[in-house]
């Protein structure tokens, strides 16, 4: 082999590593950042006595329900202010069926 081979077959060499190492630094370089992790969203509702249960099946207190007032909304509700049931979740009922659409609620969005 002449050295004239030789020193292009080195050449060729170079120039791969220096293209592979161009890209591995490109790879690290140019990559999308990393979108931060979402924070946790805590509510606090202050009270002066203790909460009962969550379920409010079983909840009969007062405290109980006002923190349960705040945090989730029933199929119907009264209308502020009256004794007049308005919807809430639902969207219309009769006497023996509920009609619950466009049900997106993904909470009090802070």
């Given at each position: 082999?002449s050295?004239?081979?030789?020193t ?6 170079v120039?791969?590593?220096v ?10 370089v140019?990559?999308p950042?990393e979108?931060?992790?979402?924070e946790?969203k ?12 969550l ?6 207190d007062f405290?109980?329900?006002e ?25 219309s009922w009769?006497?023996?069926s ?6 997106t609620?993904t909470?009090l969005?802070?």
């Amino acid at each position: 082999m002449s050295l004239k081979a030789i020193t292009t077959k080195a050449l060729v060499l170079v120039l791969v590593v220096v293209i592979i190492l161009a890209a591995v630094v490109a790879l690290f370089v140019f990559r999308p950042a990393e979108a931060p992790p979402e924070e946790e969203k805590i509510i606090f509702i202050g009270v002066t006595d203790k909460i009962t249960d969550l379920d409010p099946a079983n909840a009969y207190d007062f405290f109980t329900w006002e923190v349960l007032n705040n945090i989730m909304e029933g199929l119907v509700k009264y209308e502020l202010g009256t004794l007049e049931i308005v919807p809430g979740l639902a969207e219309s009922w009769t006497e023996l069926s509920w009609i619950i659409s466009n049900c997106t609620h993904t909470g009090l969005g802070i």
